[in-house]
Structure formats: structure tokens, C-alpha cells
Nanobody
Framework: QVYLVESGGGLVHPGGSLRLSCAAS????????MNWFRQAPGQERELVAT???????NYTDSVKGRVTISRDNARNTLYLQMTDLKPEDTAVYYC?????????WGRGTRVTVSS
């Protein structure tokens, strides 16, 4: 079974920074593309960033230049470094992987950006 456990969320002031982590188990982590999604209250879940097995990354337009996705294959861990946070970044952030034809999700970590 694939398990994804997110951590690192919290309350931060506008302009602040956070680093989210996602610990993965039950899969050959290094061969999988990994994703961060987020879901704001009352909105659809949206893809924030993707990193391929070779380290290529892609971002949704609203976070480009402020967010960096990275991975540590030795630790089976995915990261999302977020800077210059804005109130509109407030959401629950989810780690995601597609493996063996199935989508797996963590339980999420909540990020609140507020003064």
C-alpha cells in the first residue's frame, strides 16, 4: 500500500515562507513523478506543482517564481518550498502520486496565510 504523509503547514503572515514535506512509502519513489495539489475552501482541488523522476518541474502560473518543488530520493520525501506567501495561497495542500494505475493522496496539511 502506498502511504503519503504531509507535514509543515501552519499559520503564516503574508510575505512569509513555509516548507511542506511529504514522506512516501510503499512505492519505488525515485521512479515516480510526484505532485502537490491544493484545495481552498469552497474551491476545486488544483495542481500546484509537479516534479518528474528526472527532476523536471512545472508549476501553475499563480505560484511561479514563489514556489519550488523538490525531492530527496534517498529519503523518499517530496518538498514544496513556498515564499512570499499570499492570502490566496490559503488551502489544504496534498501530496499525490499515480502508481500502478491508481491515484494516491495524503491527508493534507493546512496552510493559512493571514495577518
Amino acid at each position: 500500500q502506498v502511504y503519503l504523509v504531509e507535514s509543515g503547514g501552519g499559520l503564516v503572515h503574508p510575505g512569509g515562507s513555509l516548507r511542506l514535506s511529504c514522506a512516501a512509502s510503499g512505492l519505488n519513489f525515485k521512479i515516480h513523478a510526484m505532485n502537490w495539489f491544493r484545495q481552498a475552501p469552497g474551491q476545486e482541488r488544483e495542481l500546484v506543482a509537479t516534479i518528474t523522476s528526472t527532476g523536471y518541474s512545472n508549476y501553475t502560473d499563480s505560484v511561479k517564481g514563489r514556489v519550488t518543488i523538490s525531492r530527496d530520493n534517498a529519503r523518499n520525501t517530496l518538498y514544496l518550498q513556498m515564499t512570499d506567501l499570499k492570502p490566496e495561497d490559503t488551502a489544504v495542500y496534498y501530496c499525490n502520486v499515480k502508481s500502478r494505475g491508481y491515484n494516491f493522496w495524503g491527508r493534507g496539511t493546512r496552510v493559512t496565510v493571514s495577518s
